[in-house]
């Protein structure tokens, strides 16, 4: 640790090459829903230790292992929890439209699924243009999470923060006639 804080980057590699591989196999992945997530919160861990440094007390009954180890529960909960909500959420979204807001109308349906295109298209048009894209990448294009983070440049963390907003946003903005 004291390499670490007078700006050894090879201190943190060792960490990393110490205690990395028992992380990611006994603290991390057993708390998430699948290995990609599981990588990021290992890396996410590693950069909090890199930011956070400077707090670590050192214990004489206790290694940095334990310190390193809370750091990696908590981001796993936090991106698990995560994680959750923005399923709940494309769930709720994908029930709420029941397909039929994207689906082509029925012959005998007449003008209704295109009045509903036209609704969600004038929701989508309100909302900030990169909450719209988010979902119509995620939703509309049925792309992966991961597709959808690199195509807007930011991590899945991050385009999962941004479709849960997305999806509050598109609620408040779509209001379809009630007839």
């Not at 109308?105 to 243009?129: C, H, I, Q, S």
Request: some cysteine.
């Amino acid at each position: 640790m004291e390499s670490l804080l007078r700006g050894d980057r090879r201190a943190a590699g060792t960490l990393y090459a110490w205690y990395g591989d028992a992380l990611f196999r006994e603290v991390i992945l057993p708390r998430l829903p699948n290995r990609e997530l599981a990588e990021n919160v290992l890396c996410d861990t590693f950069r909090i230790v890199l930011e956070r440094c400077t707090t670590y007390k050192p214990d004489a009954d206790k290694s940095i292992y334990f310190w390193i180890r809370r750091i990696a529960i908590n981001r796993a909960i936090d991106v698990h929890r995560s994680h959750q909500r923005s399923r709940r959420l494309e769930e709720a979204l994908l029930a709420e439209s029941s397909g039929e807001a994207f689906a082509e109308p029925e012959a005998d349906a007449g003008l209704e699924g295109t009045d509903t295109r036209a609704e969600v298209e004038a929701a989508l048009a309100k909302l900030n243009p990169r909450y719209a894209e988010a979902l119509r990448m995620r939703l509309v294009q049925d792309m992966d999470r991961d597709e959808c983070a690199q195509r807007m440049g930011v991590t899945i963390g991050n385009f999962d923060v941004i479709l849960h907003r997305a999806s509050a946003a598109f609620r408040k903005a779509f209001q379809p006639d009630a007839d």
